[in-house]
Structures are given as structure tokens and as C-alpha cells.
């Protein structure tokens, strides 16, 4: 412990702007809050500390919902603690991640100052890698005073972290302001600041939101530059109500620029190449409009990425927007043979439910290949010597990008307690609409560029095994496109920046030919059909379909069937049956010959109609296709390859744009 200094904040410790209650498991512990002594039991003491009151702790005894702890937050730094009441700061936002520091920038050590009033204790802890958790320092506080802990980074190379609990005394304690600092001396790479790149289609309500949480933190608009909008769509931002005041809240940061609609990559495109040639900013932090933030966040990106070592990419995580306490992704990568993108660690995790110190998995620390473009930062320089996005509209240009800068040296860092709030996988599926033709033909188009295993690997293989599920689910307008994505990349890297032009208009025609794609039924206008038992709900038991040797006969039955037997007349005239979103599994929807299917958000269903026509020919061609581009991987790949350059560059991307300002 040592006298308060003033030295550079590597992060605050925050807390919700408005004291939303489903977000505050990420800000503050609520497994180690206290209360009144003397209640009638432990598990008493437990439900009311997490804010329930006797009646519902009986219903719901391990749902942690505290609300209780919004009544101790004064404003964006303070909290007040009760006499006697304990709160612990071990959570993802105000824990530090040691691990990652330790790992990725030059400091050896960093310095904790928490300043309070009142009578209490702090006591601070760190964990290791197995999630071993240590307590290492700790003072007794009385009246106004700020202490500083010096805390050494040397045992954090597999993971860990590092927070503080405090404790009331017999009168109130009130946490003034707490900060994680740089030691004495530790100067960054770079003071670095950054742009803000936006891309928005038609989504005026949300990104005005999200400008005005990025202008009414001030410690967040300090490391900014400019915030740029790239707005892509026929309902104009500016036109927005609430656009006015998001302008006067970034305080004259704020540029809109106006063009076509080119997909994610040609407005985060946009973005990079007005980055570089304004020349004022060291990084460019790319967001996604649809999404919330937690602006201390940003502060976080830049600061990380001055003091990493070497320029880096950093990567913020996605929490859920409609479960506020729920990670969705903490660290993606590449699984090489199939070439499929995909979580590093067990998945989405709720922290209402499993704080910080009882996750074990969340204590080590996680390398990864890329990060998504809901919120990533990226230096300058990056893009000035390996260019731009991949010209693909949207999907896998994230991706793509992160493994074209590692095979120049830039890694990608997704660090710990930066995030934004965004709409899940979960709670949609693009993998079914337009989007599936993006899904493909850049997978395939990222594999030939960057795959390390000789002609892809097993990813033809995972690919045809991917349409089998789709022709056996009757889901023939999918297949369509996936189809259509592997022809696109026999074509060559040429016609990649004019396809993003009419693609998606010849996407949307193709599906006039298909029910599962014409045939949408409004929520509203579903009919009820006979009740079905769902195994699930009625016995607890989840069917995972055939596998092993019974996996090889169902199919072969199931195929036999799709390929070669009449759907009944009645199953053309109207759908057998209706299936929710979560029942629609591949073994499943192939026992029917004509279905309602849910679509993710719940607001109706499409037809699927099996017919065996379109089955036996598409299988064909699926296999046909898939063998045709494994054989042509080599000549493929080095055209691919030779091209990158060019159709990344400036130069090439400022055609797509026009003449829009």
C-alpha cells in the first residue's frame, strides 16, 4: 500500500448509468452482499440479500435478481454500503483481467487506488488460472482517505484476475471513486486516440441511441476524434428525431456520410478508408448500430492498445441486449479442417446466475483469431499496409480480416470488461434467409485464402453434410443459395466488388420458386393443430436425434423417402402441423411432408413443402459442386490469394463507393 498519486487510469471502476437492475450482476458481485444479523436462517439470509422477499425466495431460491444494491449507487462512480453490508467488485466490469495485461503489454505491475468515506475495510484479491482465488492486501478505512495497492503482474501468464471487496463497519461506507493505474514510470507505446465507425441501414432509433451514450460520457469522448456514421439506408438518420441532440452530445465529432447500400464490409470499409485519409486518429474502432454500449468501454479498447507491445487489434465481448447479465462472446476462433468460426470456451454464460469467482473457465486467459465487428478497434497503420475489408457485403469479413493481419503480425486481443449489448444467435437465425448466401460463398472465399490444411480440408464435406440437413428439412431455397455462393467463387475474385451492387436483389428473386420462402403465416394467422408432446417440457428429456450406425440407417431411410415417395395431396393443400423455432431440429422436421416452422423472433412461421423433384436434383448438385471446387482448391487459392491486395485496396473501394459524401 502506498500514499495516493496521480498516475494514468487503465480502467474505472463504473457502474450503470441508470441503474439497470438486469445489468448489475456485470457491474457489482450480488453473491456476497449482506443484510440485517439475525434472520431465521442461511438460505433466508441469501434470498433477501439478493433482493427477494420470503415468498418469492421459496419459488426461486438460486435466481439471482438482486435490486436491493440500485439503492447504493450514487451516480457512475460512488456507491453507498450500509452498516455491516459487504459488496465485492469482483465482476466483469470492474475486476481487472491481469491475465491479459500481463500478457500483451509491458507493465509488470499495476496500482489499485480506491478512495472512501466512512468506516470499513477494503481487502483485495486475485485469482489464478484454475480460478483459485487469493486474498493478498487489504487496509481498515475511517473517515475521508485514499489508498493505493501496488500489485505485481508476474503471476498471470495462464490467466487471472484482480479486484476488491468492501466491507461496512458499524456506520455506513461510502466508495467515493475506484481506479486501476499504471505504475510509476510505465509509459505507453503510443497516446494514441481513435474514430468511431458506424455502419447503419434503417435503424435511426438505435443509433441515435447509441451516439448519445457514446457523447454523454465524457471520458469516452476524450479519446475520440470523430465519430463517423456511414448511413446505407432509404429511412435517413438525419431525418431522425433524436439526431439533433446525439449531434450536439458528440460536441462536434460527429460526420455523416451517405451512400448505397454495399453491405457491412463497404460501410466499415467506408469508414477505415476516411480514417486514413483524415490522418488524426491511431485506431479505428469499429460498431455495429444495433447495439448498446457500455461507453467506458472505448476508453478501454484505446488504453489496451497503447500500451500493448506491438500494434494489436482489440476486440470487444457481446452480452446479450435482451438478457442484460448474460455473455454471449468471450472468445471466437477458427476450427481449421471444416473452416467454421465458433466459441473458444463452453458459451454463453449468465452471470445472474454464476458470478465471476464461481466460473472457473472465465479465470483463464483465452487467445483467439478474430473478433466480430460489434465492436472491434484496429490500428491505423493496420489498415494502411494490409488495406481494407474483403468487398463480400456482410459475413466473415470480420473474421477474414483479423487472420490477413495476424499473417502480417497484428493479433487480435478480445479483451475482458469491454462490450457492447447485442441481439444473440440465439434469438435469431440468419443461417435460413438471404443472409445464407453470404454465409457460404465467404467461407469458402476466407478458407481458400487463409485455410492451412491442404484443399480445405473436411470443410466440403461439413458442407454437404450441411445441405443434406437443409434438402431433409425441405428447406430447398437455402440450398438454392448455397449453391449459387459456390458457383459466385468459381468465378474469381474479380466480380467481387460489382456482386456487391445487385447480389441481394438476385438473392430475394430466387426465392419466388420456393414455399419455405414465399409462404410466410403471420403469427396471428396460425392455425391450431393437434397438440404434440414435446419431451422436453413434459419428461426433461432432450432427444438428440439418431447417431453413430442407427445415424447411417436414418438417413438412408429419410433420403429414400424424399428422393422417391409423393408428399400426400392434403399435405399440398395446407401444413400437417406447426413446429416452434426450438422443435425444428434436423431429425425431426423430416418426418413430416408439409410443416410450419417458426421463425427465430416469433413473429410467424414458413411452409416447408417436401418435394422430391427438387430433392434428388439438388442433392446432385450439392455433391457435384462440393467436389468440383475441392478439386480446383489449389488454382482457386492462388488466384484468391493474388488478388487480395487489389480488391482490398483504396483504390478499388473508393469505386464502390461513388460519389457519396
Given at each position: ?5 496521480t ?23 450480488p453473491?456476497?452482499?449482506?443484510f ?11 434470498a ?23 439503492a447504493?449507487?450514487?451516480?457512475r ?33 499495476v ?11 477494503v ?41 476488491f471487496?468492501l ?6 461506507l ?114 455495429d448500430?444495433d ?15 497503447n500500451?500493448?507491445?506491438t ?172 449453391h ?57 428429456r ?16 429419410r ?27 434436423w ?12 421463425n ?16 434428388r ?39 464502390a ?5
Amino acid at each position: 500500500m502506498t500514499e495516493a498519486s496521480t498516475r494514468p487510469v487503465l480502467q474505472r471502476v463504473i457502474f450503470p448509468e441508470h441503474g439497470d437492475p438486469q445489468a448489475l450482476p456485470l457491474y457489482l458481485d450480488p453473491e456476497v452482499w449482506t443484510f440485517e444479523p439475525n434472520l431465521e436462517d442461511e438460505s433466508m439470509r441469501l434470498a433477501k440479500a439478493r433482493g427477494f422477499t420470503p415468498e418469492d425466495s421459496a419459488k426461486h431460491p438460486l435466481r439471482l435478481t438482486n435490486t436491493s444494491g440500485l439503492a447504493w449507487l450514487e451516480g457512475r462512480r460512488s456507491l453507498r454500503l450500509p452498516p455491516t453490508r459487504t459488496v465485492s467488485l469482483a465482476s466483469y466490469f470492474n475486476a481487472f483481467p491481469a491475465s491479459y495485461w500481463s500478457a500483451w503489454t509491458g507493465l509488470r505491475s499495476v496500482t489499485l487506488r480506491v478512495s472512501t468515506s466512512g468506516t470499513g475495510r477494503v481487502i483485495v484479491f486475485r485469482s489464478n488460472a484454475r480460478g483459485i482465488i487469493q486474498r493478498i492486501d487489504g487496509v481498515e478505512v475511517s473517515g475521508e482517505q485514499t489508498n493505493e495497492f501496488d500489485l505485481s503482474l508476474d503471476a498471470y501468464l495462464d490467466g487471472g484476475w484482480l479486484w476488491f471487496d468492501l466491507i461496512a463497519g458499524d456506520d455506513e461506507l461510502q466508495l467515493t471513486q475506484a481506479d486501476w493505474l499504471a505504475p510509476e514510470g510505465a509509459e505507453p507505446r503510443v497516446q494514441g486516440t481513435a474514430t468511431v465507425s458506424i455502419t447503419t441501414l434503417n435503424r435511426g432509433d438505435y443509433c441515435t441511441r447509441l451516439l448519445r451514450e457514446i457523447g454523454d460520457d465524457d471520458d469516452a469522448r476524450a479519446v475520440l476524434d470523430r465519430v463517423l456514421v456511414v448511413d446505407q439506408g432509404s429511412e435517413k438518420i438525419r431525418e431522425n428525431p433524436a439526431f439533433p441532440d446525439a449531434e450536439r452530445a458528440l460536441d462536434g465529432r460527429l460526420r455523416l456520410i451517405e451512400q448505397k447500400n454495399i453491405g457491412g464490409s463497404g460501410g466499415f470499409s467506408r469508414g477505415m478508408h476516411e480514417t486514413v485519409e483524415a490522418n488524426e486518429s491511431d485506431y479505428i474502432i469499429l460498431l455495429d448500430d444495433d447495439v448498446e454500449i457500455e461507453p467506458e468501454s472505448l476508453r478501454r479498447a484505446v488504453t489496451f492498445a497503447n500500451y500493448c507491445r506491438t500494434p494489436t487489434i482489440v476486440g470487444g465481448h457481446m452480452l446479450d441486449m435482451y438478457d442484460k447479465a448474460k455473455l454471449h462472446a468471450f472468445a471466437e476462433g477458427i476450427k481449421w479442417s471444416p473452416f467454421m468460426w465458433g466459441p473458444f470456451t463452453p458459451g454463453r454464460h449468465d452471470f445472474s446466475d454464476s458470478n465471476l469467482r464461481q466460473t472457473t473457465w472465465l479465470h483463464r486467459r483465452y487467445d483467439v483469431d478474430y473478433n466480430g465487428w460489434w465492436m472491434s478497434l484496429i490500428p491505423v497503420e493496420t489498415l494502411r499496409e494490409i488495406g481494407l475489408s474483403l468487398p463480400v457485403f456482410i459475413k466473415w469479413d470480420d473474421a477474414e480480416y483479423a487472420l490477413r493481419a495476424r499473417e502480417h503480425g497484428y493479433p487480435t486481443v478480445s479483451l475482458p470488461g469491454a462490450a457492447v449489448w447485442h441481439v444473440s444467435w440465439v434469438d435469431k437465425d440468419d443461417s435460413h434467409d438471404w443472409q445464407a448466401f453470404f454465409h457460404a460463398r465467404n467461407r469458402l472465399v476466407a478458407a481458400l485464402l487463409h485455410s492451412p490444411v491442404k484443399r480445405g480440408g473436411r470443410l466440403w464435406r461439413a458442407n454437404l453434410a450441411y445441405d443434406i440437413k437443409n434438402l431433409l428439412t425441405m428447406d430447398y431455397y437455402t440450398v438454392a443459395m448455397r449453391h449459387a455462393a459456390i458457383k459466385n467463387v468459381l468465378e474469381g475474385p474479380g466480380q467481387l466488388h460489382s456482386d456487391m451492387v445487385d447480389r441481394l436483389p438476385r438473392i430475394r428473386a430466387l426465392g419466388k420458386d420456393f414455399t419455405e420462402s414465399s409462404s410466410f403465416v403471420k403469427a396471428s394467422e396460425i392455425p391450431h393443430f393437434r397438440a404434440r408432446e414435446i419431451p422436453s417440457v413434459t419428461s426433461g428429456r432432450i432427444e438428440t436425434g439418431p447417431h453413430g450406425v442407427g445415424l447411417a440407417f436414418w438417413l438412408g431411410v429419410r433420403a429414400l423417402k424424399h428422393a422417391f415417395t409423393k408428399p400426400d395431396d392434403a399435405a399440398r393443400e395446407k401444413p400437417q402441423g406447426h413446429l416452434p423455432f426450438q422443435d425444428a431440429r434436423w431429425f425431426e422436421v423430416p418426418l413430416h411432408d408439409s410443416v410450419l416452422i417458426s421463425n427465430a423472433e416469433g413473429s410467424g412461421a414458413k411452409w416447408h413443402l417436401r418435394n422430391p423433384r427438387l430433392f434428388r436434383s439438388m442433392l446432385i448438385d450439392s455433391v457435384r459442386l462440393n467436389l468440383r471446387y475441392r478439386s480446383k482448391w489449389p488454382a482457386l487459392r492462388a488466384q484468391y490469394r493474388k488478388a487480395l491486395p487489389d480488391i482490398t485496396s483504396s483504390r478499388e473501394w473508393v469505386k464502390a463507393f461513388g460519389s457519396e459524401k
